[in-house]
């Protein structure tokens, strides 16, 4: 109910989708994975549509580096110069699941593809960018086994074993000084970076 011809909305005023305030790449992110996930069980022609829109208004927010805008408008302006680390890992992540889904139009794949690679190359500082990186990795990695995709999840997954031990005690067993959002994605991450690459301290910190 909030998806409109452009992509789901931001936000609803109770259960009506309230256009004003435009869409997010973060949750059109969200919901390109939650399409794609249903589309693998049902593979119909509702999930395929949405699908076509998330990854379109995603599409349209990277930027010619491989970076990506967040806010845009409900007359599709953008409304910020650079979006965060967050947004950006979580379009990794949702292009990597089109990627490595065969019930998906293969033209719909090679864009999925075309977008995740064009932002391979960027930098990043945030511990959930990274795990959100890595699911996209693992996801592209079922489609493409290639050398360069478990050397960046290695990077990453050393990256959030290196904040837990900076971070963590005898008595508190985290990454970070308090609990935030999106907290199992750290630690899914480190999961999958194990049954790939088969490092134990990636499953022990787990």
Do not use: M
């Amino acid at each position: 109910n909030l998806t409109d011809d452009i992509g789901i909305v931001q936000h609803s005023k109770f259960s009506v989708k309230d256009s004003s305030t435009g869409y997010t790449l973060d949750d059109n992110s969200r919901a390109l994975i939650v399409a794609s996930k249903h589309n693998e069980l049902f593979n119909d022609k509702f999930s395929n549509e949405l699908i076509n829109k998330y990854l379109s208004l995603i599409y349209f927010t990277q930027k010619r580096k491989g970076t990506f805008h967040n806010l845009v408008s409900y007359r599709k302006k953008f409304l910020d110069r650079k979006g965060s680390e967050d947004s950006f890992g979580r379009a990794v992540w949702a292009t990597g699941t089109i990627i490595a889904n065969n019930n998906i139009y293969e033209n719909i794949r090679a864009l999925a593809k075309e977008i995740f690679d064009k932002a391979k190359e960027i930098k990043l500082k945030s511990p959930r960018s990274k795990a959100f990186y890595i699911l996209g990795l693992y996801e592209y990695y079922k489609k493409y086994k290639e050398t360069w995709i478990l050397e960046k999840i290695k990077q990453f997954a050393d990256d959030l074993v290196q904040l837990y031990q900076d971070e963590s005690s005898k008595d508190w067993n985290w990454f970070e000084k308090r609990i935030t959002y999106s907290n199992g994605r750290l630690c899914e991450a480190l999961f999958l970076a194990y049954d790939l690459i088969k490092d134990k301290k990636y499953l022990k910190v787990a």
